[in-house]
């Protein structure tokens, strides 16, 4: 989710996954995939920089996930092997 602002300066969270198009002409008006229009304030670019830094911050999260699984030991059940090896 992302944070904008409507022009009537009301706080807005918007999920990016949901935006097809982001136009500015003067307003920056985002079109969702179901077609609904938003008015905000942000201008395009700084919708993308949000946009853009959100999806970093979720593949991060998920390399750090990633990075600690690998790092932990093998489980006492299991140790490490498939059902199949055993």
Known sequence: MIHLTRLN???LAVNSDLIKFV???PDTVLTLVNG???VVRESAQEVLERV???RRSVL???MLWWDNRAALPPTAEGA???PEEK
């Open 52 to 54: 853009v830094h959100f």
């Open 23 to 25: 136009e500015q002409s």
């Open 36 to 38: 609904e229009k938003i």
């Open 9 to 11: 300066n009301h706080p």
């Open 80 to 82: 490490g092997s498939s």
């Open 60 to 62: 991060q999260g998920i």
